[in-house]
Every structure is written in structure tokens, then in C-alpha cells.
């Protein structure tokens, strides 16, 4: 398959990438851009672990072919800076077992507080059912999410 | 091996370029099969641009655009909004579209069986049932049925982010089962008791031969057949 230039904005800032334009957003994002919080787990839509937002929505970029969001805003836990509450309460709680899974949740997590900021813990829940934890590390991690809409 | 990916503006012009290709809407069927190299096809038209996305209401019917996704149907209510969202997770259903589900004969396609729904393939309008019957090349392009609500009731592994060892629909005195086969099925045992749950659950189980794989064996799925008819229609009844 041909390359072609794919151009949307990544983290806030205009990209441009030459690729494949079936691949896997998730692969263009940890092979090409380097960007490696979004995370290549099941890679066929089960894990959640690749989870990122295009214009605010959580999709799984394991899945989404690159050429689709040509024009559209992407945003990674990169483009989080560190300075999200989330990331915050996620540290000091220790959400985090192996962390494989916390790039997808931290996504997921703010997804859901931003058309929802006072969740039950029973919408969080519901938010994180795309998100596995191999740990089994929910309680700490739904916690931590209860904790930073408060 | 994938070797060309179309993104066309319009279902016409996907209708144009579509002999031989594979169709893909949200991609959380086709794209696994694209990245596991088990894809037949070596072209791709994809749907994303092709305009088909949209729920429109009047004159009591609902029209769904094939590629609404399963997070925007998931607004509906009824039978079709149950069961658009208890796919998958969020980000799941931001991508996976009604379109999409209806060809794979998924949850969603259960539902919109028991609402008696059409499909719009552009130069014609079959059943849904007709549907899987004989999609050939054509486009789905919407699908649309009655608005009376109905009830969707599902069994799976976990509570969620599963896929189903059965679901079942009822609306306007019509049983349709999924999970039992290659697609959804109306129950004509079940409707023939729909006063009566029980028997009704006893017909449906009776007429199933679902198949085992690593969800469920067949023997479970039929035993959850006869639980998840009778739970439904006593649901349906109660509503």
C-alpha cells in the first residue's frame, strides 16, 4: 500500500505524518511519533489499554486506521503534561499496579468527568468496563477518580 | 495483505468502488481480521465519510444512519438502545457502528429483529430477516422500524464488555433470539406462547441448535436460551 501524508493535530499542535493510511493510529503513534502512553495490548479492541481521545471522545486507537482522523483533534496522556488532577490523585493514591493498563483508564477517567465531573461510583465503573486491569487493581484505581472529582 | 484503502465521500461513490472490497465501518470487526492478516480482500472501502451517520425520527418511525455509532444509538431507548449499550465500553461503542452490527448479526441486530426493522440498501428496501439471507455487493445505508420501544435482555460471561451467550428482544409480540447461530432469529414458538413465559422459554429452547465455541457450549446457550425468553417476555409483559 501506498504512503500518503496524513495531517491532524496531535496534543494540540498540527502533525503530519507520512503512512500507510491503514494503519493503526495506535502503531503511528508508538512507532512513528514515538508517543508510547497509549499502550498496544489485545490489539483487537478488547483491553482498552490503547484508549485516546479524538475530538474529546475516548476511541481505541488499536483499531482506528490513521487516515480517519486526518483533519481531527487527537489527544494522547501525553498531551496531559503531567498536570491533569487525575494524574495527580493517580500518583498519590497509587492507582497504579504494573501501569500497563493507566495511560487507557487516565483517558477513560477524563472522558467520562468531562461530561459528567460529580460520577457515582457506579458511573465510574460503568466509564472503566473497556479498561482491563490485569492487576485487578479497580478499588484503587476507581478510588483515585472518586477522589479527583471530589 | 491490504494493498488499497478508500475513504469516499458518499455511499454512491462507495457503491462505485466496492466490487471486490471488503466494507468497513467502524472497524472493530474488520480492522482485528485486517491486523491478524485473516482478511480475504485486498481492498478496503471504508465508510467514516460516506454520510451515513444520523438518527432522524417522524411519523412514529426511526430511521438509524448505518454509521451511527453504538454511543450515539445507546440514546434510543427501547429494545435498540439496551442493546447498543451493553456493547463493549465506551470507546468501543464511540467506533462500532449500527450498520456495522446489523451485518455482523450482532446485539443490536437482535433488537431491530424483533422490531420488525427494514433495511435501506440504497436501490432496494429488504427485511432485515431477507438480510443476511443475500447482502451480495450491496450498501446497507439505514435501517428504520416502528417506534414501539420493546424490551432487550442479555446474558454473558461478565457483566459487561462481554460478548453474549444469548440476547433476547421482544416488541409488538415479536421473540427474536442472538447468540444462537450465525444471526439473530425470531422465535416463532416463543410468539406462539407470548402469554406465557414459561412456555414460551420451553418453545424457543426447543427450536435452537446453537453452536459451542469459546463463549459457550451449545448445550449452556440453549438452556440460556429457554431462562432469558421466559426473563424477557416477563419483562415485556411487565413493562
Known amino acids: 500500500m501506498p504512503s500518503e501524508i496524513v495531517e491532524f493535530e496531535l496534543n494540540g499542535r498540527p502533525t503530519e505524518v507520512m503512512v500507510k493510511p491503514l494503519a493503526t493510529l495506535g502503531h503511528v503513534l508508538r512507532e512513528q511519533l514515538e508517543l508510547r502512553a497509549a499502550k498496544a495490548g489485545c490489539r483487537q479492541g478488547g483491553c482498552g489499554s490503547c484508549t485516546v481521545m479524538v475530538d474529546g471522545e475516548p476511541v481505541l486507537s488499536c483499531l482506528l486506521p490513521v487516515a480517519n482522523v486526518a483533519g481531527r483533534s487527537v489527544t494522547t496522556l501525553e498531551g496531559f503534561g503531567g498536570e491533569d488532577r487525575l494524574q ?11 501501569g500497563f493498563c493507566a495511560p487507557g483508564m487516565l483517558i477513560a477517567a477524563r472522558a467520562l468527568l468531562d461530561r459528567n465531573p460529580s460520577p457515582t461510583r457506579e458511573e465510574i465503573a460503568e466509564a472503566l468496563v473497556g479498561n482491563v486491569c490485569r492487576c485487578t487493581g479497580y478499588q484503587s484505581i476507581i478510588d483515585a477518580i472518586a477522589e479527583a472529582a471530589a | 495483505m491490504v494493498t488499497e484503502y478508500l475513504l469516499p465521500g458518499s455511499a454512491d461513490e462507495a457503491a462505485a468502488q466496492r466490487e471486490g472490497a471488503v466494507l468497513m465501518a467502524g472497524g472493530t470487526t474488520v480492522m482485528p481480521a ?16 460516506a454520510g451515513l451517520d444520523g438518527i432522524s425520527r417522524s411519523g412514529g418511525r426511526t430511521i438509524i444512519g448505518a454509521c451511527t455509532t453504538l454511543a450515539a444509538a ?3 431507548g427501547g429494545a435498540v438502545g439496551a442493546a447498543a449499550e451493553a456493547v463493549g465500553g465506551p470507546a468501543l461503542r464511540n467506533m462500532a457502528t449500527v450498520g456495522g452490527n446489523v451485518v455482523i448479526g450482532g446485539d443490536v441486530a437482535c433488537a431491530l429483529l424483533a422490531l420488525d426493522a427494514t433495511v435501506d440498501l440504497g436501490s432496494r428496501e429488504v427485511p432485515l430477516a431477507d438480510l443476511w439471507r443475500d447482502l451480495g455487493e450491496d450498501i446497507v445505508r439505514s435501517v428504520s422500524f416502528n417506534d414501539d420501544g420493546g424490551v432487550f435482555v442479555r446474558w454473558a460471561r461478565r457483566a459487561a464488555n462481554s460478548p453474549v451467550v444469548v440476547c433476547v428482544a421482544v416488541a409488538g409480540g415479536r421473540v427474536a433470539v442472538g447468540g444462537v447461530g450465525e444471526h439473530p432469529v425470531r422465535s416463532a414458538g416463543a410468539e406462539a406462547h407470548i402469554d406465557d413465559p414459561e412456555a414460551a422459554g420451553r418453545a424457543a429452547a426447543a427450536e435452537v441448535d446453537p453452536p459451542t465455541d469459546g463463549i459457550a457450549s451449545g448445550w449452556y446457550r440453549k438452556r440460556m436460551t429457554e431462562v432469558f425468553v421466559r426473563r424477557a417476555l416477563e419483562t415485556w409483559h411487565a413493562v
Open chain 1, 88 to 98: 495527580q490523585v493517580f500518583h498519590e493514591r497509587f492507582a497504579v499496579q504494573c
Open chain 2, 34 to 49: 485486517v491486523l491478524d492478516g485473516s482478511l480475504r480482500e485486498t481492498r478496503v472501502v471504508g465508510l467514516a465519510r
Open chain 2, 74 to 76: 445507546s440514546s434510543l
